[in-house]
């Protein structure tokens, strides 16, 4: 998983509830990234986070929220207020000069 | 603003063939990374090769290499030996080397490779 571990794979949700995404790397890196990906689709990024307690929106933030309490822990919220929350999730570390190297994602269900 | 820009949605090849897939981006740095990434069915997303805009050299990782062309702002990937294990989609990656920049990486839509038995 090149040090960052995504939970849960799968994960069912009504609409209207709040749900969180686990994102933890393992790797002492400092920034952390979350994705989207829609069938077909490539990666639309959501946050970012190059230190703790500090984080950026990406392209599409709106409906989510981010929290970077420790260097290891970068969870993902989505909310009730994200209109298509149906989608697969790639979280992502940071290597220094590097590539981004990702979990293996959580696909997210909302009915 | 960088972007990057893959214009083959599909694309087919014969097992055992060779295939070039398209990268263009555009930026106005100097200094820069490249990628590219595969995500089989599976949907790990898997590094295939990397590549140092400071380097005049083309990368390359076993069947992949890269085709370079820095002024013209192209990166393409080329597989030999196409494998059926090689389908997959791939997306190019365009990173800043500026120190102290915003970390923003960007991906093209990636291009879906079928691989023909």
């Known amino acids: 998983d090149g040090g960052i571990t995504q939970s849960p794979k799968y994960l069912f949700r009504k609409e209207g509830q709040n749900v969180t995404l686990s994102c933890e790397q393992n790797l002492n890196h400092d920034a952390m990234y979350w994705y989207r990906q829609d069938p077909g689709q490539g990666l639309r990024l959501i946050y970012y986070?190059?230190?703790?307690?500090?984080?950026q929106k990406g392209d599409i933030a709106e409906g989510y929220s981010v929290s970077r309490e420790k260097k290891e822990s970068f969870p993902l919220t989505v909310t009730s207020a994200q209109k298509n929350p149906t989608a697969f999730y790639l979280c992502?570390?940071?290597?220094?000069?590097?590539?981004?190297?990702f979990g293996n994602g959580t696909r997210l269900t909302v009915t | 603003a960088q972007t990057v820009t893959q214009s083959q949605p599909e694309m087919s090849v014969q097992e055992a063939e060779t295939v070039t897939l398209s990268c263009t981006y555009d930026?106005?740095?100097?200094?820069?990374?490249l990628f590219w990434y595969k995500q089989p069915p599976s949907r790990q997303m898997i590094l295939v090769i990397r590549?140092?805009?400071?380097?005049?050299q083309n990368a390359t990782e076993n069947r992949f290499s890269v085709n370079f062309q820095k002024a013209a702002k192209s990166f393409s990937l080329k597989i030999s030996d196409s494998q059926l294990g090689d389908a997959a989609m791939y997306f190019c990656?365009?990173?800043?080397?500026?120190?102290?920049?915003?970390?923003?990486?960007?991906f093209g839509k990636g291009t879906r490779l079928h691989i023909l038995p």
């Open positions: 992502a570390r940071l290597t220094g000069g590097g590539p981004l190297h």
């Open positions: 590549q140092e805009a400071y380097k005049q």
């Open positions: 990656a365009y990173r800043s080397g500026v120190e102290n920049r915003d970390d923003k990486i960007i």
């Open positions: 930026t106005s740095e100097s200094d820069y990374y």
């Open positions: 986070s190059q230190i703790v307690n500090d984080f």
